[in-house]
């Protein structure tokens, strides 16, 4: 059963891709929204009250930044996110993917004893409000293409490629054999 936001609290941080939208409640952070994302959580974030000091916004905040400037690999943070029980069972095993590593749809079907879910994880997958710190990003295609993701295919190969350890692709010039030139 899905059950609504009531009335969230909000912070907004810069990041290397974009301005992230953190929505949370009293229980734990429900959302990080990327700027594609804002009309899908238009009356969430509209009706949310700015709150800049809330202890699981400035916390959810402090590790993002870390994470984008690679010095954090897992978040610690209450989580309260809006789904039905099969997205949330999808969202439980995303968070134990871990740093730098990837799977794809139909592992993760297969991990529900549901092998042949791979179209309904990957829908799941895709209302996970919570990206980056339950990473969504690291589920890949089965041929190893990147598929959707939130923030855009750029967002997911740049966040790929900063767990790798490497220089985002944002931040030097495109190479050959890169997925986007």
Known sequence: MMRTVDHPL???IDSPLGVLTLLASDLGLQALLWPAQQDRWRTERDSATRADDHPVLKSAAAQVRQYFAGERRVFDLPLDPVGTPFQCQVWDLLAQISYGQTTTYGQLAQSLGASG??????????RNPISIIVPCHRVIGHGGDLTGFAGGLDAKSYLLELERGGVPPAERPPQQ?????
Not at 177 to 181: E, I, P
């Open 177 to 181: 054999g890169d997925l986007f030139l």
């Open 10 to 12: 909000k912070k907004e």
């Open 117 to 126: 879910k791979a179209q309904a994880v990957g829908a799941a997958n895709g």
